[in-house]
């Protein structure tokens, strides 16, 4: 099996955005120049520890995550979201720089200090606080509306007032932090909503947004709480600060924002996988100095080797997660069928199933889009394709799946690999929908046929019984006038009217028979057909049966095979013309092959297909088998009937 790459002519063109590759690389290395700088410095400082060496911690962190996630997002678009998160990877790099410079000022008072000393109480706030505050109401692509207008004021609001009071005022800290907790709070319940309530093309990746959001707000509550140990403030704003740069790349790689892929992953797992290590390395620091204050260099030499340790188990963690965010569900076959299944037992109906399995395969796989086609019929559609597109087919038939990778990509060897594993799930699905189709047919012909022959029923009371028993009453009429004044033609009159009832008794037992006599569920089909010939003899046609059927042969075939040889004798004896027909009925190797013919005028070129035709394909079609009607040699008709039969 293989694929081919096609020109998908009906798909839209799509667009990213317009990237700056220059200020992107300026945000990058700038951030992990003050990052690198202020460990540097931070590490000739030798400062003691106390809890603003894990806010330091917290800014290094943040400094080297932010602004790789930053510089990577600008060189593909230029949006606010980058901005911000620029913002912040420079305030905070700032603010690790300003905190090491003044630790080493105070070992050496003839370096200047100047500006650069407030930075570490300032410079971090406005990129910081938006990140939670602002960064949730515009990850997104559609246009902004009042109430993403209004959270964004509201966050602005919030960042500028915790800036100005804190940095130009005394008031208590809970006065400028309550704000920030109470906006943050609202921005995650609003993204938790639009998760459930949203589009469902926005809906993707918000579940980690929300959280991030309200990680991110809960870890400013201890800064207003009085009495609060001194390690829990910043070890949570390190905690966040190392997810929620995670729970944004979720929202903008799952739903491919600003054409961002790849690249991103990447910088996702660079970042994410120097923030772990950095933190393992400082943590174990801390820690042993504390239960070892005299026995810095073993504690470095301990945490060295925790980190050295700790590279490759983290690198594979990482790897795996930042490979799901990247090409989905996909890398792990078992968790991807896992998700088609969900998806196929979720389907209301075998019309939604395909619908189910291509969003579940273009979710599992992050694709663009996914078609499952039938020839050239689209039979399901997720996502539409703006590039070129990749056929896989589904099974040995016609159908196939085309999909397409998000802009400026290609399939990789692993998604086309999951896609030729997941095709056999749509080929179930396709199974599944063929099904349902074929019954939805035989359904619809069952329903034609059964009308038509109730109206058949119908017309033969009314047209035939009702009128002739209407007659009977009339003559009966007739004969009591007759009876005292002409006795011999009354009883004349009663003979006849006698006649008549006669072949109306005979007309009502063949309708009856024809539908379903009694005999063949008491004695079989042979004795069912038996009857059939002596019903016909009565009437003046001869029947010659040729049968060689087990005894006691019933059920659905035996019923079908009746009703073909009632149906297809019945026309003989109207329409052909002729005095007899035969009837050649056997059952040999797993088949019951029946045949009707008559010598009589043939077939009508201007003859149209009646009821007791369609009934004959019909009972044939019920139990799998055909029935083929076509000309005598040298003249006359001939029914032909195979059904598939089993002897139990």
Same mark, same amino acid.
């Given at each position: 099996m293989h694929t081919h790459r096609i020109r998908d002519t009906d798909a839209t063109n799509g667009t990213a955005g317009t990237g700056a590759p220059v200020p992107a690389a300026v945000v990058a290395v700038t951030s992990w120049f003050l990052a690198v700088t202020a460990v540097v410095v931070f590490l000739a400082a030798r400062p003691e520890l106390d809890s603003d060496q894990l806010f330091f911690l917290v800014d290094v962190v943040g400094a080297a995550v932010y602004g790789t996630v930053a510089g990577v997002i600008l060189a593909r678009s230029v949006q606010a979201v980058p901005i911000l998160l620029a913002v912040a990877s420079i305030g905070v790099g700032l603010a690790a720089l300003s905190y090491?410079?003044?630790?080493?000022?105070?070992?050496?008072?003839?370096?200047?200090?100047?500006?650069?000393?407030?930075?570490?109480?300032?410079?971090?706030?406005? +990129?910081?606080?938006?990140?939670?505050?602002?960064?949730?109401?515009?990850?997104? @692509? *559609?246009?902004?509306?009042?109430?993403v207008r209004a959270g964004v004021v509201a966050g602005t609001v919030a960042t500028a007032w915790f800036f100005w009071a804190r940095t130009f005022t005394d008031i208590a800290d809970v006065w400028f932090v309550g704000p920030v907790v109470a906006v943050g709070f609202a921005t995650a319940a609003r993204v938790a909503w639009h998760r459930r309530r949203g589009p469902v093309d926005e809906r993707s990746g918000t579940g980690w947004l929300a959280l991030g959001g309200a990680l991110m707000t809960a870890s400013y509550i201890p800064l207003a709480v009085p009495d609060v140990p001194w390690m829990l403030t910043p070890l949570l704003h390190l905690v966040t600060q190392a997810f929620y740069p995670v729970a944004i790349l979720a929202v903008v790689l799952r739903q491919r924002l600003w054409g961002i892929d790849l690249a991103v992953g990447r910088a996702a797992l660079a970042g994410s996988l120097t923030a772990v290590l950095v933190t393992c390395y400082l943590a174990v620091t801390v820690v042993i100095s504390l239960v070892l204050p005299n026995e810095s260099v073993f504690a470095q030499a301990v945490a060295a080797t925790a980190v050295a340790l700790a590279?490759?188990?983290? *690198?594979?963690?990482?790897?795996? *997660?930042?490979?799901?965010?990247?090409?989905? @569900? +996909?890398? @792990?076959?078992? *968790?991807?069928?896992?998700?088609?299944?969900?998806?196929?037992?979720?389907?209301?109906?075998?019309?939604?199933?395909?619908?189910?399995?291509?969003?579940?395969?273009?979710?599992?796989?992050?694709?663009?889009?996914?078609?499952?086609?039938? +020839?050239?019929?689209?039979?399901?559609?997720?996502?539409?394709?703006?590039?070129?597109?990749?056929?896989?087919?589904? +099974?040995?038939?016609?159908?196939?799946?085309?999909?397409?990778?998000?802009p400026g990509e290609t399939l990789g060897a692993r998604s086309r690999r999951a896609l030729i594993e997941l095709a056999t799930v749509v080929e179930a699905g396709l199974v599944v929908l063929r099904s349902a189709e074929e019954l939805e047919e035989a359904r619809r012909r069952l329903t034609e046929v059964r009308l038509e022959e109730r109206r058949t029923v119908r017309r033969e009371l009314h047209d035939g019984l009702g009128p002739s028993l209407a007659g009977v009453r009339l003559g009966l009429q007739g004969a009591r006038n007759l009876v005292t004044t002409d006795p011999d033609a009354a009883a004349e009159l009663v003979d006849e009217l006698l006649r008549e009832l006669d072949r109306q008794v005979d007309g009502v037992r063949e309708l009856s028979r024809s539908l379903l006599p009694p005999v063949l569920d008491e004695l079989g089909l042979t004795a069912a057909l038996d009857e059939l010939v002596i019903t016909h003899a009565r009437a003046g046609f001869r029947v010659d049966l040729q049968a060689d059927l087990p005894a006691g042969m019933s059920g659905p075939v035996a019923w079908a095979a009746y009703g073909i040889a009632s149906e297809a004798v019945i026309n003989a004896r109207r329409h052909s013309g002729a005095a007899e027909c035969t009837v050649r009925v056997a059952a040999d190797d797993g088949v019951l092959a029946l045949e009707i013919a008559d010598d009589g005028t043939g077939l009508a070129a201007e003859a149209r297909v009646g009821v007791g035709t369609q009934s004959m394909r019909e009972r044939a079609r019920e139990v799998g088998g055909t029935v083929g009607i076509e000309s005598g040699d040298p003249h006359g008709v001939v029914v032909r009937a195979r059904l598939p039969w089993h002897e139990s």
């Open positions: 090491s410079w003044t630790r080493l000022a105070a070992m050496r008072p003839d370096l200047p200090v100047g500006i650069l000393g407030p930075l570490q109480n300032t410079a971090w706030i406005p +990129g910081t606080l938006a990140l939670f505050l602002v960064v949730p109401w515009l990850v997104r @692509d *559609r246009a902004s509306d009042t109430v590279v490759q188990p983290a *690198r594979v963690w990482l790897g795996r *997660r930042v490979h799901r965010l990247v090409y989905g @569900d +996909g890398v @792990d076959p078992v *968790r991807a069928v896992r998700i088609l299944g969900r998806h196929f037992a979720g389907a209301d109906s075998p019309d939604l199933l395909l619908g189910e399995l291509a969003a579940g395969i273009g979710t599992a796989l992050r694709l663009e889009s996914v078609e499952v086609r039938r +020839g050239d019929e689209v039979l399901a559609r997720w996502g539409v394709a703006s590039g070129p597109v990749d056929v896989v087919p589904v +099974g040995s038939g016609p159908a196939t799946l085309v999909v397409s990778a998000p």
